[in-house]
């Protein structure tokens, strides 16, 4: 598994970019799409290159479990900083707790490219450390140091929802091709470990080693 080191976070964004583009072309593409302050330089240029979402399919990858939060839901984040500049169809979009909607990517759903960043304590979407490699979409609890990495966020760490839906760990490993993201020397580390160290659900991001088709960009 390699880690592919880019110059600076504009070469990141427009590196995934490129892939998003291309992934737009195939029919009726499939993507898994996350939040969090590594995508937002992708985001910001995938609305500057104007493309044609009409016919893709969104699935974001995690989202709180709190009716009070507005402005700090997933949903909020996913609309600002992409999908209201786009022209996606709004029935193709799909949150984790729409469980009405959600479908379940585990059985035939096939992705074309998930997106993925990484947390500190080597988190993908909200599985945690100790998440079964062959987890499905659920509610989970937040572990402490999510709730203080993500109280940047929020007025205050007591405003930080402390559960949330996430997409498992096996329907994100089904997805056809993943790129997972990192951007900063605070998640070298981690994102090392994960890559080279042993495969383990200690650290969920390592069972990504197992996947036939993945990269890895980091930038400092
Ligand atoms: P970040 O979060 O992009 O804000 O660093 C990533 C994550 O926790 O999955």
């Given at each position: 598994m390699e880690i592919k080191t880019l110059k600076n976070y504009k070469e990141l964004s427009s590196t995934v970019a490129d892939i998003v583009e291309y992934t737009l072309t195939l029919p009726e593409p499939k993507l898994i799409l996350p939040t969090g302050s590594t995508p937002l330089g992708l985001y910001k240029e995938l609305v500057n290159r104007q493309?044609?979402?009409?016919t893709t399919t969104t699935y974001n990858l995690d989202e709180y479990?709190?009716?009070?939060?507005q402005n700090q839901s997933y949903r909020y984040f996913m609309m600002e900083n992409l999908f209201k500049h786009i022209n996606m169809d709004d029935d193709n979009i799909y949150f984790s707790g729409d469980t009405a909607v959600?479908?379940?990517?585990?059985?035939?759903?096939?992705?074309?490219l998930c997106l993925l960043g990484i947390g500190g304590?080597?988190?993908?979407?909200?599985?945690?450390?100790?998440?079964?490699?062959?987890?499905?979409?659920r509610m989970v609890d937040l572990t402490e140091e999510t709730i203080k990495d993500n109280?940047?966020?929020?007025?205050?760490?007591?405003?930080?929802?402390?559960q949330a839906v996430t997409m498992g760990l096996k329907p994100i490993m089904s997805s056809k091709k993943i790129i997972l993201m990192a951007n900063g020397k605070h998640k070298k580390d981690i994102l090392e470990q994960a890559m080279y160290g042993d495969i383990t659900e200690n650290i969920?991001?390592?069972?990504?080693?197992?996947?036939?088709n993945m990269e890895t960009f980091y930038c400092d």
């Open positions: 493309l044609d979402w009409s479990v709190d009716n009070t939060i959600w479908p379940d990517l585990s059985y035939g759903t096939e992705v074309d304590n080597g988190h993908i979407a909200f599985n945690e450390p100790g998440s079964s490699f062959e987890s499905e979409t109280s940047r966020f929020f007025p205050s760490i007591n405003d930080v929802p402390t969920p991001a390592s069972v990504l080693q197992t996947h036939t």
